[in-house]
């Protein structure tokens, strides 16, 4: 049995890819991406359960080894430090997002391939190709699973895994057989089941890309090593296509316009400290605030309707079903939650989260005045584009449409470098950390292309707070 014809294309590409060819504008922008990933690394050090992973890799993995890991400063396995760093950076809801593929490429693809390339003493430049390759594979994987596919599995688990092994296998020079054998390895691994939403938004989001990232490492490693795998594990009889996907998977996805189209320049970064569902009808709440003028939504607003897409109401639809949240991370997934925090703090991050979502009696007010509506336009246009409609009824009746076609880090509308910077320099505040410890990070990413090896500078040990590890 041979490897089908699209996922020898994609294959074809991982190998052939040199520095040479990857355009400009693709570096730069995998360096934006690889700074706002180390930003919600090192912010999530005492958020739960970030400190429990840490703990786990040290009473499983060495007492110390090739590879950090961001939450505690310490060094293990590169199997483990992938493990807890893809974690750390899908705790708060600050990381990436492609829209297409509804996959967060960077908190599986990026701790694997900085683990690897501690490991082996690789300088930035590979780092950085190597993760343009999980980019580019990992979401044309997502992408070949179709929407049908997400609604029960997490994609950034299901194809991350896959993004990762390929990424690393990239990094670790394997040959064309051993990289197949890796991609077989990491398929048959791949998790991810979206039930945990039903029963409270537990910690399993973070486990699947911990899970994902560290074993789309070890199946580089392992194919590296002489293990082998399926020959067609995206689109064999018995493979992931089939096994995982509905009636709308598209092999003809993998091989999309290699070389041509770069996904990582169609990778959306995250504003609000929330899942990526609700930004558009957050960011059409602010429109709508300011085309009216609102300035006591408690008193002028009587109720606010988000038309949605069908992933928005299988994702959030749960937790908005359960009543009142009674976490931070739920609140996270709580489109009444969040548009409440838009609409009375006129923003929804990380402290507007922490500090008003659970106990602000006006936000729990306000919360139970939000819907969803299923809207045949917008969930027309999606995955694709991500559009923002809300009805905002106000207490003399009148209603005023708030619209949002590109949210605030789209391609289209993104996050400048200052403005990453800045984004940077908050989380690393919230992780604990100083202005001057936000700039030697900022640094060493804008000149990670020039390092001869890729130890993240000034990663002391956190102190995690006793009540996370209780």
Request: hydrophobic share 45%; charged share 20%; glycine share 10%.
């Amino acid at each position: 049995m041979a490897t089908s014809e699209n996922t020898a294309a994609l294959l074809r590409f991982v190998a052939d890819l040199t520095i040479e060819n990857v355009p400009e504008d693709v570096w730069l922008r995998i360096e934006d991406l690889f700074l706002d990933w180390l930003a919600s690394a090192i912010a999530s050090r005492n958020s739960r359960p970030i400190p429990l992973f840490a703990k786990m890799a040290k009473q499983m993995g060495p007492k110390e080894g090739t590879a950090q890991i961001i939450a505690d400063g310490s060094s293990s396995s590169p199997y483990w430090a992938a493990w807890v760093n893809a974690a750390s950076t899908h705790t708060l809801e600050q990381d990436d997002l492609h829209n297409s593929s509804v996959m967060h490429p960077a908190t599986v693809i990026f701790p694997a391939v900085l683990a690897a390339a501690q490991d082996n003493h690789s300088p930035g430049l590979e780092l950085l190709l190597a993760s343009i390759i999980g980019y580019e594979a990992g979401l044309r994987i997502a992408e070949s699973f179709g929407r049908i596919h997400y609604r029960t599995f997490h994609t950034t688990a299901t194809a991350g895994t896959l993004g990762a092994a390929l990424a690393v296998a990239k990094l670790l020079h394997l040959t064309p057989a051993q990289t197949v054998a890796a991609l077989g390895s990491a398929g048959t691994q791949t998790a991810g089941l979206w039930e945990f939403m039903r029963s409270g938004a537990g910690d399993s989001k973070q486990l699947h890309c911990g899970h994902a990232s560290a074993n789309g490492l070890l199946s580089a490693y392992l194919a590296r090593d002489g293990v082998v795998g399926a020959l067609d594990v995206m689109e064999g009889e018995a493979g992931l296509l089939r096994g995982m996907g509905g009636s709308d998977i598209d092999a003809g996805k993998l091989a999309d316009r290699l070389g041509s189209r770069w996904a990582v320049l169609e990778t959306s970064f995250k504003f609000h400290a929330c899942c990526r569902h609700t930004h558009p009808a957050a960011d059409a709440l602010l429109d709508a605030i300011a085309k009216e003028g609102i300035r006591e939504p408690l008193r002028e607003v009587k109720s606010v309707v988000a038309h949605v897409h069908q992933g928005a109401i299988d994702v959030l639809g749960p937790m908005d079903a359960a009543g009142r949240v009674e976490t931070v991370h739920a609140a996270k997934f709580s489109m009444k939650t969040t548009l409440a925090l838009i609409a009375l703090r006129g923003s929804g991050s990380l402290l507007d989260f922490e500090k008003y979502a659970l106990q602000d009696p006006e936000v729990l007010e306000f919360r139970d005045r939000v819907g969803m509506v299923l809207d045949p336009e917008v969930d027309g246009a999606y995955p694709k584009r991500w559009l923002g409609r809300v009805d905002v009824e106000l207490a003399d009746g009148r209603v005023v449409k708030g619209v949002c076609d590109e949210p605030k880090g789209d391609p289209g509308n993104t996050l400048t470098r200052p403005e990453l910077e800045d984004k940077l320099e908050r989380l690393v505040a919230y992780g604990g950390g100083s202005g001057a410890e936000a700039k030697v990070w900022i640094s060493w990413c804008w000149s990670l292309r020039k390092q001869k090896e890729c130890l993240i500078p000034g990663l002391d040990g956190a102190k995690f707070h006793d009540a996370v590890l209780n």
